[in-house]
């Protein structure tokens, strides 16, 4: 199973990891990254995805899972 996260880093920013990718992705909203971080799951035909979505206070707001 693929795992996609989405996490608040710093003030402004938002970091989307998934595994298997060793450099995370910089979003500056949180709706931004939650869309990319959707389409990754979404697009991830060879296997299930979990998608973890923190909020601002870093506590989780949402987990969904993508099947293939």
Known sequence: MQMISIKRVGDRSWMIEFSGVQNPALFMT???????????????????????????????????IAAP
Not at 35 to 56: G, P, W
Request: one cysteine or more.
């Open 30 to 64: 949180g709706a931004l990254a939650e869309t990319a971080a959707r389409r990754l799951a979404r697009d991830a035909r060879q296997c299930r995805s979990l998608l973890t979505i923190c909020l601002r206070d870093g506590s989780l707001g949402a987990r969904f």
